[in-house]
């Protein structure tokens, strides 16, 4: 059985954490002086930050910045899904296309074809988007637990 108690506690005497392995299995305990959920998420990346070097940790940061711009992907696209709607309800109802939407039309320069032609580019552009940005985060998701695991198996050796 290994204690890392002495480890974390100098360098985070506010966590309070003890970390055992006993058969190649951490568990973690902490004192009964935590004060919620959230503190121990906090304290669980102190941790874990403090235990990577300046590399794995730019790495880290980049891999969230990349998520949160893939999440961004998914803004557009279900903006552009309603950009479709308000198209459509417009056609159906016969009247003149609203000006907001006028102006996305503008902006991928379809405003002058037919209506049906204006939803099927955008709506196969949503979900171009859409397959897109599922397939970007499925990439960087497999790859973002690789690193993590061989990080792991690189600590626990």
Not at 78 to 86: F, K, L, N, R
């Amino acid at each position: 059985m290994i204690l890392l108690e002495g480890v974390f506690g100098k360098s985070h005497p506010e966590l309070r954490t003890v970390f055992t392995i006993k058969s190649g299995i951490m568990m973690k305990s902490f004192t009964k002086n935590r004060k919620t959920k959230v503190d121990g998420i906090l304290s669980t990346l102190r941790i874990s930050f403090t235990l990577m070097n300046d590399g794995d940790k730019s790495k880290l940061v980049l891999v969230t910045f990349v998520q949160f711009m893939l999440a961004v992907l998914d803004l557009i696209a279900v903006a552009i899904i309603g950009v479709v709607t308000g198209l459509a309800l417009a056609g159906i109802q016969s009247k003149s296309t609203p000006e907001t939407i006028y102006r996305v039309l503008e902006i991928f320069r379809i405003q002058d074809m037919a209506f049906q032609s204006q939803v099927a580019i955008l709506g196969s552009l949503a979900a171009i988007v859409m397959v897109s940005k599922t397939l970007s985060s499925v990439f960087l998701v497999r790859r973002t637990l690789q690193f993590l695991a061989f990080k792991a198996a690189v600590f626990f050796c």
